[in-house]
Nanobody, 120 residues
């Protein structure tokens, strides 16, 4: 069983920073791409940032220059550094990982979500 556990959300003032973490645990062979998505109330879930196993990154236009995605392959963990936060960044942030599980094959796994609220 593969589990993704996120941490680091919270309430922050506009212009502030947060760092989200997502650790993958369980029995698996490898982790390919990892990503962060977010979903604001009344809106569809959207891709925020992704990172390949080799470290290549991709960002939504709305967060370029403010957010940074990184990963520690030894710890099976992906991070999202959120800087210069704006009220429109308020959402539940979800971690996603493309994981290869022995005998089951490749699949997409999701974390439970962590709330980020940007408000004065």
């Amino acid at each position: 069983q593969v589990q993704l556990v996120e941490s680091g959300g919270g309430l922050v003032q506009p212009g502030g920073s947060l760092r989200l973490s997502c650790a993958v645990s369980g029995s698996f062979f490898s982790i390919n791409d990892m990503a962060w998505y977010r979903q604001a109330p009344g809106k569809q879930r959207e891709l925020v940032a992704s990172i390949t196993s080799y470290g290549s990154t991709n960002y939504a236009d709305s967060v370029k220059g403010r957010f940074t995605v990184s990963r520690d392959n030894a710890k099976n963990t992906v991070y999202l550094q959120l800087n210069s936060l704006k009220p429109e960044d308020t959402a539940v942030y979800y971690c996603n990982a493309d994981v290869v599980v022995i005998f089951l094959g490749r699949g997409a796994y999701w974390g439970q979500g962590t709330q980020v609220t940007v408000s004065s």
